[in-house]
């Protein structure tokens, strides 16, 4: 809802604009609402910079949140490569193992001199053998998945750190932004204190009440077909004649806001 009063009150001065070319006639009759609206449009302009502002740190952390995300998939896209490669590591070392073992078992063949000994060690030379073979075969298939799966990291890491990129770039606009934002905010209050001088006490007090009631801007609108353009009510035919007075304030008895013709 926070985000539409500024759109709110660009479609209402247009709608106020209109009305004046429509009609050829001044649609601020009285000082006093002609100096609320500019009151009221400082107002909102600093609103706007609040608000603005406000949204900032939770912007500022989805955009990390992201960013962490993406590095995530990173990292474990490598802790996974990282994991093959271990295991592939380990498969080698059960070769090389499988391996002395055979040249042990071939060394003990030359020494002793039963043949049942001897064929005993055959017999575990050729298990050896098939054992390594299948560790071998193994080992290749997982050697063509590394390299089919560092293909696709590499690939994946490309796009990831672009997107990386891309967001570090939006925290860094985000930054600048509320920079300008804050050495804007300042000057804002002071428009808007400034803006209040020699508005009419009543007048102004009232303004500030209604401000405070009412969820959002704007305040002070004009009657058009009877209507309220603030709540787009139906006016009473006392407040529609009131509001075409100069020197007091009138309202409308839906919303309550200051109303005029």
């Not at 005993?120 to 063509?144: R, V, W």
């Not at 529609?240 to 007091?248: L, N, Q, T």
Request: net charge negative.
């Amino acid at each position: 809802m926070q985000s539409c009063i500024f759109e709110l009150s660009i479609s209402f001065c247009f709608r106020v604009d209109l009305l004046a070319e429509v009609s050829g006639t001044s649609i601020m009759p009285d000082p006093q609402i002609e100096k609320l609206l500019i009151v009221q449009s400082r107002d909102i302009h600093l609103l706007k910079i609040e608000q603005d502002l406000q949204r900032i740190p939770n912007e500022l952390l989805s955009l990390k949140v992201k960013i962490s995300a993406e590095e995530a998939n990173i990292e474990n896209a490598k802790k996974s490569l990282i994991e093959k490669e271990l295991n592939r590591a380990v498969l080698d070392a059960k070769v090389k193992d499988q391996e002395t073992s055979i040249n042990r078992f071939r060394t003990q063949q030359l020494e002793v001199k039963k043949n049942d000994e001897y064929r005993a060690l055959t017999q575990q030379i050729e298990q050896l053998e098939i054992d390594i073979s299948s560790l071998e075969e193994t080992e290749i298939q997982l050697m063509i998945d590394i390299d089919l799966e560092r293909e696709k990291f590499e690939d994946e890491k490309v796009v990831i750190e672009s997107r990386i990129v891309d967001l570090k770039r939006l925290v860094d606009v985000l930054l600048e932004r509320e920079i300008a934002l804050q050495d804007s905010l300042d000057t804002a209050k002071q428009q808007g204190v400034e803006a209040r001088f020699g508005v009419d006490e009543v007048f102004l007090n009232h303004y500030e009440r209604i401000r405070k009631m009412t969820k959002r801007p704007p305040y002070v609108v004009p009657i058009v077909n009877q209507k309220c353009e603030g709540c787009h009510l139906r006016v009473s035919n006392e407040v529609a004649r009131g509001a075409r007075e100069v020197g007091e304030p009138h309202f409308c008895d839906q919303c309550a806001r200051l109303v005029y013709v």
